[in-house]
């Protein structure tokens, strides 16, 4: 392998810091220099498009196609993402076989006028770009005004403070990596706003078959996290998952029992359908297929019909 590892990422603030994690790992668990790695931000299309939701653009797929595509011809050796951005189906010849310990999967709030999301007066906004966000925000708070909030952390809490809206939600994990907690008002409740597939996990994409990279990100692979990605992933999979469609997903490990609570939600939040699948962690993403199959079945095709 050649002297340098070059790690692919998107450029914003977030992005840089988890792949400054994962060099970080690299560096402990092999006792090397920061000069031995070369973190290469790359811009994506998803990045560039701010005027529309990504769903109306083209799904989770404008986040990495730059960087796979980078990855694939040579010019980076691993790609680090927010495993929840990651589609379900990657390019041939790349893998997704890498996770860090999962930071705090819940979603946060962060209010303005209320602390908590239950406690803004009717018709305030709350600002989001997430479809299922979106969706459990109208169930939860039908009286609410939903605006749109696309960019990285920093501008939606610019937004926030210019006013755009009341109250915005982001994921907590991203917010510690950042060292942004401070702002985080509520945290919300996982029974009550379940967290999208893969949300706080640090995944790393690489090049099947390149056996020194293999061999580098098996000493910072977190097993639990990946057993519970998988089972995630494999509900997402099954249902179709993409930005057009809000879905809801988290697995925990506890030894080699697993977990995992499902959500299907229509777009209005006005329609929902759960499901709640224990099992052998080394089952993983068998659990979560049969999940996805039995809450399709529990919601019907007409459920699908109406907004996928």
């Excluded at 010019?75 to 929840?84: F, G, L, N, Y």
């Excluded at 705090?104 to 305030?124: E, M, N, Q």
């Excluded at 945290?187 to 706080?200: C, E, I, S, T, Y």
């Excluded at 995944?203 to 990279?213: A, F």
Aim: with cysteine; glycine share 10%; aromatic share 4%.
């Amino acid at each position: 392998m050649q002297t340098t590892l070059k790690i692919g990422t998107r450029g914003s603030p977030l992005a840089l810091a988890q792949a400054h994690e994962t060099r970080a790992r690299l560096m402990k668990a092999h006792g090397l220099s920061e000069q031995s790695f070369e973190v290469v931000p790359i811009s994506t299309s998803g990045d560039r498009i701010q005027d529309r939701p990504l769903s109306e653009a083209g799904g989770k797929g404008l986040f990495t196609k730059e960087i796979e595509e980078a990855l694939l011809d040579g010019r980076i050796d691993i790609a680090v993402h927010s495993s929840k951005d990651m589609p379900t189906v990657l390019p041939d010849g790349l893998e997704l076989a890498t996770f860090l310990p999962r930071e705090d999967a819940r979603d946060a709030f962060i209010g303005k006028t209320a602390k908590r999301i239950a406690d803004l007066p009717h018709g305030a906004r709350v600002g989001s770009s997430s479809l299922r966000r979106q969706a459990l925000i109208r169930r939860w708070r039908p009286d609410v005004e939903v605006v749109m909030f696309r960019g990285n952390v920093q501008t939606r809490l610019r937004k926030l403070d210019e006013g755009v809206a009341e109250g915005t939600i982001l994921a907590c994990a991203g917010l510690r990596r950042l060292g942004l907690e401070s702002v985080i008002t509520d945290l919300m409740p996982l029974d009550v706003f379940p967290p999208a597939p893969g949300q706080g996990a640090i995944g790393i994409e690489s090049r099947i078959g390149d056996r020194e990279v293999e061999k580098m990100l098996a000493a910072i692979h977190d097993a639990p996290t990946g057993q519970a990605l998988a089972c995630e992933r494999a509900f997402l999979a099954a249902l179709d998952g993409s930005c057009r469609t809000p879905i809801a997903g988290h697995a925990t490990i506890s030894g080699e029992k697993l977990s995992f609570a499902g959500l299907i939600i229509s777009p209005d939040g006005t329609e929902s359908h759960e499901i709640k699948l224990d099992g052998r962690a080394d089952e993983a993403a068998a659990i979560g297929a049969e999940a996805a199959r039995a809450v399709r079945a529990k919601a019907g095709a007409k459920f699908f019909d109406g907004w996928a």
